[in-house]
């Protein structure tokens, strides 16, 4: 029979201070090397469980399109694809000028791209091709959000939003909010019915708010209409003010 050794019995405390030392090290939980291994394979896990339910949910929404919208996706990434090159191109045929063109085409150069970065700050007033969009009903910010997004993937070159007494020119820095009657843009409350003023170019423009899951099925599910007229003279007059030098 193998002998068995009693206990070690701790020695008693010798201050105040060791028993508390004593007491606060038996209350705070050991972590052992094991029980870091196992924190980790749960996070690890938890991360691996969340992306494959968020692709399969991607996967069932792609599974259950209807055709025609599977088909008006492919055409709106290939209009967009079609749109980077253009780009693309036009900026290294502007680089090629600049650096090898006359005194009068870099000029002529420099003020197009003096134009377009005052349409993009929003100090300009423009006039030109585009659509309005009006919307009624119920509208949150995040899906107007959304909707400026998709206009400015097809290509909007200026956008305003207004109702019936203000109106707001969106730059980079806009911001949106909700509010009682309808939606704040960079600080100003505007209510519902709201207008969209979009320059660019119609044809692509108009598909934009029309695929899938866009502004016009998010606004029609909640009991809302939107309505989109092409005009070739889309007025954006609000204005951001230069800042003070």
């Given amino acids: 029979m193998g002998s068995h050794s009693a206990p070690r019995r701790a020695r008693p405390a010798r201050t105040s201070e060791e028993a508390r030392f004593r007491l606060k090290r038996s209350l705070t939980p050991?972590?052992?090397g094991t029980q870091l291994v196992i924190t980790v394979l749960f996070v690890v896990l938890g991360f691996t469980l969340?992306?494959?339910?968020?692709?399969?949910?991607?996967?069932?929404?792609?599974?259950?399109?209807?055709?025609?919208?599977?088909?008006?996706?492919?055409?709106?990434?290939?209009?967009?694809?079609?749109?980077?090159e253009a780009e693309n191109a036009r900026l290294e045929n502007a680089r090629e000028t600049l650096l090898g063109g006359d005194e009068y085409s870099a000029l002529n150069e420099a003020k197009r791209r003096a134009d377009?970065?005052?349409?993009?700050?929003?100090?300009?007033?423009?006039?030109?091709?585009?659509?309005?969009?009006?919307?009624?009903?119920?509208l949150s910010a995040t899906t107007l959000l959304d909707a400026i997004q998709e206009l400015r993937d097809a290509g909007a070159q200026a956008i305003q939003i207004s109702d019936r007494g203000l109106a707001v020119r969106l730059v980079a820095s806009?911001?949106?909010a909700?509010?009682?009657s309808g939606v704040t843009v960079s600080g100003t409350a505007l209510q519902v019915p709201i207008k969209i003023s979009v320059i660019g170019d119609p044809a692509v423009l108009g598909p934009a708010v029309e695929i899938p899951g866009g502004l016009i099925d998010t606004?029609?599910?909640?009991?809302?209409?939107?309505?989109?007229?092409?005009?070739?003279?889309?007025?954006?007059?609000?204005?951001?003010?230069?800042?003070n030098s």
């Avoid at 992306?51 to 290939?78: E, H």
Wanted: glycine share 10%.
């Fill in 116 to 138: 377009a970065l005052g349409v993009l700050a929003g100090s300009e007033v423009i006039v030109d091709s585009g659509i309005v969009i009006t919307i009624t009903g119920n």
């Fill in 178 to 180: 909700d509010s009682s």
């Fill in 219 to 243: 606004v029609g599910s909640g009991g809302g209409k939107v309505t989109v007229v092409e005009s070739e003279n889309v007025e954006i007059s609000a204005i951001v003010p230069l800042p």
């Fill in 174 to 176: 806009s911001w949106f």
């Fill in 30 to 32: 050991q972590r052992s």
């Fill in 50 to 84: 969340t992306a494959a339910i968020s692709g399969t949910a991607n996967d069932a929404i792609l599974a259950n399109a209807r055709q025609s919208d599977l088909v008006s996706l492919l055409d709106d990434l290939a209009q967009r694809e079609a749109r980077l």
